[in-house]
């Protein structure tokens, strides 16, 4: 399966930004703009799920064989605990669950003064690839 430039994805319409991968902690960030608003002008909540499940994505894929698995959302739940405007958010993500055929994640996206934005849950599932 072949992965498309992050700039022709959601992740580019949206603005995510991947700012560490490894083995146990995913960061990356989203501006919270006129694209990521709601028609409130507050951070969509979808904007953040959107960021969640790729945080839990991105750490996934990282853990698994790219030439046989490839790793896509199964379920994911997000509490959005506070709204914002405007600035940046950042997601956090680390793994609770590394299995063979599914792993969970653990996401925290919160503002710049670290303070909570939203609580997310996210399952992937690693599906085989046929070649």
Avoid at 6 to 12: H, K, P, R, S, V
Avoid at 74 to 97: C, F, Q, S, W, Y
Avoid at 101 to 107: A, G, Y
């Amino acid at each position: 399966m072949e992965m498309k430039n992050f700039e022709e994805t959601i992740l580019g319409t949206l603005g995510i930004e991947l700012v560490e991968l490894t083995a146990d902690r995913v960061t990356a960030t989203m501006p919270v703009h006129s694209k990521t608003h709601q028609p409130y002008g507050l951070l969509h909540g979808g904007a953040s799920v959107v960021l969640a499940e790729t945080v839990a994505s991105m750490g996934t894929w990282n853990l698994i064989d790219l030439e046989h698995e490839a790793a896509v959302g199964l379920e994911i739940n997000a509490n959005h605990i506070r709204g914002k405007r405007d600035g940046i958010v950042t997601a956090v993500g680390t793994p609770l669950h590394r299995g063979r055929s599914t792993m969970v994640w653990d996401i925290k996206i919160v503002d710049e003064e670290k303070k909570l934005i939203c609580a997310s849950r996210c399952t992937v599932a690693i599906i085989k690839i046929k070649k």
